[in-house]
């Protein structure tokens, strides 16, 4: 294992995947590291697997890697289970939200931080974190005891995510076109709510998926990487997002 691959929180070598049903692959080859406290974004066309990745480095078993490693923090968890990974400090932020009736965001969130901290969360605990979260992120403070994700708007289920990533203090957030369908208001809240999680946690990792340049410029992002057909053609700066805003993903797609 290499230095650098140890510091990194996030660090992918060669990654190959495919849909473990059918075996067709769909990452092709993919390298990426994310070192503490950074922030990166990827931007790439409809279908061309940026979620695929997203949940193939959370471990959803829908997808197999067949080569190539993907390190948290220098440990080695291309095959560990999702839930492992969850505890170990994977947070993803799914681009279509479960539906799970019957249970208050309260509830699910004191299981969830239980299994990341390895030691039960008391009710009043959670009630205090979450309500101090709630305000901080400008929240009703109601909103912990709606059924996760039932009924929510879009944009709801949005802030949720944010309030999720939040309470669950992650190393690595994965924040799947987070910006999708947000109103100028939900978007500040996922903004302000990157900043203020990244203020509270500064050594996060957090990787963006999307298809605006708009959501970046209020935060400060270290590399901006286009992703086309499976893998990372181009990483730079903002100024990449930007270009693709003005003039699409042309120039990196053979015809
Ligand atoms: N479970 C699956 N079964 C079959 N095909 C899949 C599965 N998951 C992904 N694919 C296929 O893999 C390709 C990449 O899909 P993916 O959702 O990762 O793209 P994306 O880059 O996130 O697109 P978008 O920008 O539209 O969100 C698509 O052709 C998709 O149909
Ligand atoms: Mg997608």
Same mark, same amino acid.
């Given at each position: 294992?290499?230095?650098e691959?140890?510091?990194?929180v996030?660090s &992918?070598?060669?990654l ?5 049903e ?6 092709k080859?993919?390298?990426?590291? &994310?070192?503490p ?6 931007m790439g066309?409809?279908g061309?697997?940026k979620?695929t ?11 197999e ?7 948290l ?8 289970p ?16 479960e ?9 699910f969130?004191?299981?969830?931080? #239980?299994e990341r ?12 974190q ?13 909103f912990?005891?709606?059924?996760l994700?039932?009924?929510f708007?879009?944009?709801e ?5 944010i309030l ?5 203090s992650?190393d690595?957030a ?9 109103d100028?208001?939900?978007l500040?809240?996922?903004?302000e709510? &990157? ?9 996060i990792?957090?990787l ?7 959501i970046?410029?209020?935060?400060e ?5 286009i992703?086309?057909?499976?893998? &990372?053609v ?6 990449l997002? #930007? ?12 015809p």
């Open positions: 294992m290499t230095l691959t140890s510091e990194a996030l &992918i070598k060669d190959h995947a495919v849909v473990a059918t075996g067709r692959e769909i990452l080859g993919l390298n990426l590291e &994310i070192a406290g950074e922030v990166h974004v990827i066309p409809n061309s697997g979620s990745l997203a949940n193939v480095i959370a471990g959803n078993p829908t997808y890697v067949n080569k190539g490693q993907i390190f923090s220098g440990d080695e968890i291309t095959h560990y999702a839930d492992v990974r969850a505890k170990k400090g994977i947070f993803l932020a799914f681009q279509q939200p539906e799970i009736p019957g249970v208050p965001l309260s509830q969130l004191r299981q969830a931080m #239980s901290q390895a030691s039960p969360v008391s009710v009043l605990e959670v009630r205090v979450l309500q101090e979260w709630l305000k901080q992120l400008n929240l009703d403070p109601s912990a005891e709606r059924q994700n039932t009924g708007s879009g944009g289920k949005k802030r949720n995510e999720q990533m939040a309470a669950l992650p690595l994965i924040l799947d076109e987070t910006d999708s369908g947000l100028i208001d939900g500040k809240v996922v903004v709510g &990157i900043n203020i999680i990244k203020g509270s946690n500064p050594d990792a957090i963006i998926v999307t298809h605006y340049a708009n970046l410029k209020d935060i992002v270290n590399k901006v990487h992703f086309t057909d499976g893998k &990372i181009e990483t730079g700066d903002k100024n997002a #930007s270009l693709v805003e003005k003039s699409g993903y042309a120039k990196w797609l053979t």
